[in-house]
């Protein structure tokens, strides 16, 4: 469940009781771990998509078995969405599984990826291919720790917050347009999360709405990665729901100019929304995500309006679309 909290210090004190509390976290927020006197051993990890990988996971095994980890033992995973996916992951399959609560340290994981269980690594360069559903006994929602975080940043988390507002909450995506980062939208986004993940948590329904943008997105991060690029997951994700929208206006599942709107107000709030790749070279990644229904099938979420999806099957190689 997600738990909001005032300071980080909050935090050791709700898991005082935990006798084995084994804390990973990313090396570049260890002064966030350096504020909680918790913890039998401690594992810093270099964190990046490239680092994201089952060799990593099989580095925290080995470490948690050097420490002498039980089938009690808790994970406590601090940083991105990066650090808490491998870690999550890690957790459900060491002994066959145990706890494991996020601190998420970006504004993207804790509007998102800290949250609803979902944990897993990529393979081969194809994002988060290997994985499995496991719940964190908490995700610990703390603005505190989000004060050194640099602007870009910030507004890749804030493609996320939008994302989220948009599938499910049209008047929470205006307030957010203005406002930025008010950490009451950033609670209420994350509550957005859990409540579709307690309905759904398996993604069998519902529960893949959350996936607006992600096709594509995740399809421009496989190309940027390809070819060298600096793009964060936010960004990617931002042009990938406006990629999203002018599929939707195309088809006639849109509202007429949606696309043109949703492109003014990401500008607005300085998320890029020009796609930097033709849609040629992002075909291979979206027919091979793992969203895919087979037979060449994706599965894409287009969104209405603000506050409304719905589903549409097909195969991108049939969509007819300028992406630069």
Request: with cysteine; charged share 25%; glycine share 8%.
């Amino acid at each position: 469940m997600t738990k909001e909290v005032s300071h980080i210090a909050d935090i050791a004190a709700i898991l005082a009781n935990e006798p084995e509390v084994y804390v990973v976290y990313d090396k570049n927020v260890a002064w966030v771990a350096d504020e909680l006197p918790l913890g039998k051993a401690r594992l810093a990890l270099e964190t990046s998509e490239e680092t994201k990988t089952l060799e990593t996971v099989a580095r925290i095994e080995r470490w948690l078995l050097e420490n002498g980890a039980s089938r009690n033992a808790f994970v406590l995973a601090i940083g991105g969405g990066i650090t808490t996916d491998m870690a999550g992951f890690a957790a459900s399959i060491y002994k066959r599984g145990i706890r494991y609560a996020n601190l998420p340290t970006t504004l993207l994981a804790q509007v998102d990826a800290a949250i609803g269980g979902k944990t897993g690594v990529n393979l081969d360069g194809y994002k988060n291919m290997v994985g499995a559903f496991r719940m964190p006994e908490y995700t610990f929602i703390c603005a505190d720790v989000l004060r050194t975080l640099p602007l870009r940043a910030l507004r890749s988390g804030l493609a996320e917050l939008l994302k989220t507002f948009l599938l499910a909450d049209g008047k929470a995506y205006e307030e957010a347009i203005g406002a930025q980062n008010s950490q009451a939208l950033i609670g209420r986004a994350a509550k957005i999360k859990e409540d579709i993940v307690a309905r759904d948590p398996f993604e069998q329904g519902e529960r893949a709405k959350l996936n607006l943008g992600h096709t594509f997105g995740h399809a421009i991060e496989h190309e940027a990665r390809k070819r060298a690029d600096d793009l964060t997951h936010g960004e990617a994700v931002a042009m990938g729901i406006l990629l999203a929208a002018r599929v939707g206006e195309a088809i006639g599942l849109s509202d007429k100019g949606l696309a043109e709107r949703l492109t003014a107000d990401f500008a607005h709030v300085g998320l890029p929304t020009q796609c930097p790749y033709p849609l040629e070279d992002l075909l291979d990644a979206m027919a091979k995500d793992k969203k895919a229904l087979g037979g060449g099938t994706v599965k894409f979420v287009i969104p209405v309006r603000p506050g409304v999806v719905v589903f549409h099957e097909m195969n991108p190689y049939d969509l007819h679309l300028d992406t630069k």
